[in-house]
């Protein structure tokens, strides 16, 4: 259950501050939530309250009842977070040590581990590339990696921010196939619309504010007038 | 990606020798070095080593590959010395340099960045009473391997986007939009630190 109250969020200070999301307040108790809206329009900011790494300006953002403000570390264990570039996201040198990053802070024993990490990689098509050194990856193994990097933490709450945008449409189905067997919720923001099928509610973005919280087919018929 | 020196997985004797026991050699063999001053003992030395590469079961193609970037500084290193100090201490200088290069590549190929990331600081606990962090020490050097490919590619991506424009070859004009970009990596990268718990 996520609870966003009365959220202002103010990039900058005075002469150069911009309000980047007015007065947002909504509750998210679905499994599949859309986020759709412009670029600039708020809902990269949006996502980021989800995990604490945006603190809003003013209101307040729960998750599961805790505080983003107050509980960080344990919100930010309970919520997987999921980049546009996975490059930016893989912070090691090969396959399955980054797998095996996310699991660091939770000093399982060693053998624990490696069967977390072996059967991430097997569940998400990775395990013959455990000891590949993760630039040489493809994009779409590379958002891959990212994913099953986060999920292996096995999060209850799953953020992803244009997890396709950089993918060709083949690997953009692949990653939207894999999102649809999870068990946990998942907040996705997106532009590539078709991915929204079946989800269970979308929210329309447009200069700072939520200005439309449907279902996908009201939510994307909204935001095509509002874009044309 | 064995001119970068990175791990190749393998079972062998020297793979599965303690990570910090090869870094403890290698700085040994390194401090040693300077004791080493005949052109036998420098062969030896560099015997040994190349012996390691068999052993680990790496090609001597692979040997040969971690010293060619070598060429220019030592055929540098190697006319100074043959004019200031002869045949004999040029061989020495060129042989214990290539013997350190060869053993430290030796290390980086048969050991997983983590396992060495995991010594050095078990190295470092040590200086925790200075307040230094290990663990953060070794973030530190992890994320620095990880950004050399990353780094590579976004020059690439910047020459490519010159080329296009049809801009010659001017350092500033490639210089500017390297560092602009590597910038706006670091708070990507940043961020998705944060959000994988390292600050937690």
């Known amino acids: 259950m996520i609870e966003v109250d009365d959220v202002t969020h103010v990039y900058g ?17 679905e499994p599949r939530v859309g986020v759709i809206g412009a670029n600039g329009s708020g809902k990269s ?28 570390r344990e919100v930010r264990r309970r919520v997987g977070f999921c980049f546009t570039d996975p490059d930016a996201q893989i912070v090691m040198p090969t396959v399955a040590e980054d797998v095996a990053f996310g699991l660091r802070r939770r000093k399982l024993p060693r053998p624990e581990v490696d069967a977390r990490v072996a059967d991430a990689l097997t569940a998400y098509g990775l395990a013959g590339h455990a000891d590949h050194p993760a630039h040489l990856l493809s ?19 799953l953020v992803m921010d244009e997890p396709t945008t950089l993918l060709d ?26 991915l929204l099928d079946g989800f269970d509610r979308v929210l ?14 009201a939510a994307i018929g909204y935001y095509r007038k509002l874009m044309a | 990606m064995n001119a970068l020196g990175l791990y190749v997985p393998g079972h062998s004797v020297v793979h599965r020798l303690p990570a910090g026991a090869k870094l403890l050699l290698l700085l040994l063999v390194g401090a040693g070095s300077v004791l080493l001053d005949s052109w036998w003992q420098v062969a030896g030395l560099l015997v040994l080593v190349l012996g390691g590469y068999p052993l680990a079961g790496l090609s001597l193609r692979t040997a040969l590959g971690q010293v060619r970037p070598l060429v220019w500084i030592a055929g540098f290193a190697a006319v100074v010395h043959v004019v200031v100090s ?16 060869l053993l430290a590549a030796l290390v980086t190929l048969t050991t997983r960045a983590t396992a060495m990331v995991d010594a050095i600081v078990t190295g470092c606990r040590p200086l925790r009473v200075l307040g230094v962090d290990p663990e953060r020490i070794g973030l530190v050097l992890t994320l ?6 990353v780094v590579v590619g976004l020059a690439e991506e910047v020459r490519e986007a010159q080329q296009a424009r049809g801009l010659g070859a001017s350092p500033r004009a490639f210089a500017v939009p390297l560092i602009v970009r590597s910038l706006r990596h670091a708070d990507a990268l940043g961020e998705a630190l944060v959000a994988r718990g390292v600050e937690d």
């Open chain 1, 139 to 157: 994009g779409g193994q590379k958002q891959l990696l990212a994913l099953a990097s986060v999920l292996v933490t096995e999060p209850d709450l």
């Open chain 1, 45 to 72: 900011t949006f996502v980021r309250l989800l995990n604490g790494l945006v603190l809003p300006t003013a209101g307040s953002v729960r998750v599961d009842g805790l505080s983003t403000a107050d509980d960080g």
């Open chain 2, 86 to 101: 002869g045949w004999e201490r040029a061989g020495v200088v060129l042989g214990v340099l290539a013997s350190l290069v």
């Open chain 1, 13 to 29: 200070e005075q002469a150069t501050a911009r309000t980047v999301l007015r007065d947002v307040s909504v509750r998210l108790s």
């Open chain 1, 204 to 217: 329309v973005f447009d200069e700072a504010r939520l200005v439309c919280d449907d279902s996908p087919e």
């Open chain 1, 169 to 194: 449409l083949r690997n953009a189905r692949h990653i939207a196939d894999v999102v649809a067997t999870l068990p946990q919720q998942v907040v996705l923001v997106t532009h590539h619309l078709e």
């Open chain 2, 144 to 149: 620095g391997i990880r950004c050399v490919p």
